[in-house]
């Protein structure tokens, strides 16, 4: 019965989305992008989470990839669609390099890195005046992909979504969500087994950085423009992470659920505190992670189990 329910309410999510541009206008629908875009970022940081390693380093793999996709435009005479594949190979290759000095290191330690990491992309384009824009960024000379028009850039989105959900749905149903579980309950245990840890590790953490670079990509190309305080945002990092927490981690349902009522509020939010708002996620952080650690999923099954045994 749980099974039907979830397929047909996955039914609906697809129906509803594929046709959303019908009706809705384009306010509506650059909410429905930014909802997406982050809801994808949660997911990949949580498929890296499974492993037992956080990382704080999204918005530095997303501000690699943007500036990746929009210099591939501007330096490299890129096609606008070209570039965003080229920005998600540009952020896993990174990532995998960069794996092989951090991957060794675990929780805190690994942590710290990634988010000095974040800091240490923006500086570096920050410095690059004359490649990059320096501080005050860099313009696509086109313009905006798809002409500016809502509907095709929702679908771009969409279908960057639509990657994150399915590379996550694979993590679960292949050998990733074994090796992965090993390692973050034991990594002893895990060692003993035979699972190569750093092996998992590097994969698992190149492919979640090649999506968020993609997802940098398909955002500059959005909007046309690119400088280190915008994609580099701390939005980036802890906005997915709310999203994550709140919605329930290890899965990909709790992300997309968390996405869903965060990515609402996160609007909200940001209309009325323009600069405070990212002081409303950490609190939010804080509190799911106190008294409510599984998030609404884990929620969700706590009183479902409850129900079952009342009903027995």
Do not use: C
Not at 14 to 27: E, H, K, N, R, S
Not at 96 to 111: A, E, M, N, Q
Not at 156 to 168: C, D, K
Not at 249 to 278: D, F, N, R
């Amino acid at each position: 019965m749980n099974r039907t329910l979830a397929r047909t309410l996955a039914a609906i999510a697809i129906v509803f989305a594929v046709t959303l541009p019908v009706f809705a206008g384009d306010y509506p629908l650059q909410v429905a992008r930014n909802i997406m875009l982050y809801m994808a970022l949660a997911i990949t940081w949580d498929m890296l989470l499974r492993s037992g390693q956080i990382s704080f380093g999204i918005a530095g793999l997303f501000g690699l990839g943007a500036y990746a996709s929009i210099l591939g435009v501007v330096r490299g005479g890129m096609p606008g669609w070209l570039s965003i594949p080229f920005a998600g190979i540009f952020a896993g290759l990174a990532a995998f390099l960069i794996g092989f000095l951090i991957l060794r290191l675990r929780h805190t330690y690994f942590s710290i890195v990634t988010l000095a990491l974040g800091e240490i992309f923006r500086i570096i384009v920050h410095n690059m005046k004359e490649f990059a824009g320096g501080p005050e960024g860099i313009v696509v000379p086109q313009g905006i992909i798809f002409g500016g028009k809502s509907s095709s850039l929702y679908f771009l989105t969409l279908a960057g979504l639509a990657v994150a959900l399915a590379a996550s749905f694979w993590f679960e149903k292949s050998r990733f969500r074994f090796a992965l579980t090993a390692v973050r309950n034991n990594e002893v245990s895990a060692k003993s087994s035979g699972v190569d840890i750093f092996r998992w590790l590097l994969v698992t953490f190149a492919i979640t950085s090649a999506i968020q670079g993609m997802l940098g990509g398909i955002f500059v190309m959005s909007y046309g423009f690119a400088s280190p305080d915008t994609v580099f945002s701390a939005d980036f990092t802890l906005l997915p992470l709310a999203m994550a927490l709140l919605g329930g981690i290890h899965s990909t349902v709790g992300p997309i659920l968390g996405g869903l009522l965060l990515g609402l509020v996160a609007e909200w939010l940001k209309l009325q505190i323009p600069y405070g708002h990212l002081v409303v996620y950490g609190i939010m952080i804080i509190i799911v992670i106190l008294f409510m650690p599984q998030g609404l999923l884990g929620l969700v099954r706590k009183l479902s189990r409850k129900a079952d045994r009342r009903a027995v």
